[in-house]
């Protein structure tokens, strides 16, 4: 059971729009900036989004990321098949950092 | 380039031990904070420990505690994770990862390969 609650899984069409959302509490999401992966198996993550929306050089603005209280959202936009991969959120919780359960996005 | 590569990983008994390292390169090691994260096979990421760039912090999460150690030698830009009492529930693909600053955790903006470790009879 994670401490942080995602989506088991997300899909849309190629071109389309998708959101995962990311639910915590006051502990972690609450007072903490919140991050979010990219993993496809058998690869290294990679990181999307950290300090809630900001982008790592080479991310394309296809993907965001918003905060609201004690939840995050990841956007995606002009949904490619590269796409297909398992999203996690991150952040910290007190005393250590914490991970979403992951949400698998299928491009249909 | 940045380039993290894992070693170490391999089969061990119920109750052994083992050490997987982390070989850095491609930054300045010891003005980062590392983490190793794994993935249990059929499972999520789970974050199990961090530590500063200077060596001085460190945490575990609660599944690891006083059974794994981290550590890292600046001298050689290597970050180590030392397992002790192994544990079916530890198999999984470890990964180290690299924070965005001295004090990071939670931007872990590289990372490695991984390295499987399966414990198992």
């Known amino acids: 059971q994670s401490v942080l609650t995602q989506p088991p899984s997300v899909s849309a069409a190629p071109g389309q729009k998708v959101t995962i959302s990311c639910s915590g509490s006051s502990s972690n999401i609450g007072n903490n900036y919140v991050s979010w992966y990219q993993h496809l198996p058998g690869t290294a993550p990679k990181l999307l989004i950290y300090l809630n929306d900001k982008r790592p050089s080479g991310i394309p603005d296809r993907f965001s990321g918003s905060k609201s209280g004690t939840s995050g959202t990841l956007g995606i936009t002009g949904l490619q098949t590269g796409d297909e991969a398992d999203y996690y959120c991150g952040t910290w919780d007190g005393s250590a950092e914490v991970f979403g359960g992951g949400t698998k996005l299928t491009v249909l | 380039e940045v380039q993290l590569l894992e070693s170490g990983g391999g089969l061990v008994q119920p109750g052994g031990s083992l050490r997987v390292s982390c070989a850095a390169s491609?930054?300045?090691?010891?003005?980062?904070?590392m983490s190793w994260v794994r993935q249990a096979p059929g499972k999520g990421l789970e974050s199990i420990s961090g530590?500063?760039?200077?060596?001085?912090?460190?945490y575990y999460a609660d599944s690891v505690k006083g059974r794994f150690t981290i550590s890292r030698d600046n001298s050689k830009d290597t970050l180590y994770l030392q397992m002790n009492s192994l544990r079916g529930e530890d198999t999984a693909v470890y990964y180290c990862?690299?924070?965005?600053?001295?004090?990071?955790?939670?931007?872990?903006?590289?990372w490695g390969q991984g390295t499987l470790v399966t414990v198992s009879s």
């Open positions: 990862a690299k924070g965005m600053s001295s004090l990071s955790f939670s931007e872990l903006d590289y």
């Open positions: 530590i500063t760039g200077s060596g001085d912090l460190t």
């Open positions: 491609g930054f300045t090691f010891d003005t980062y904070a």
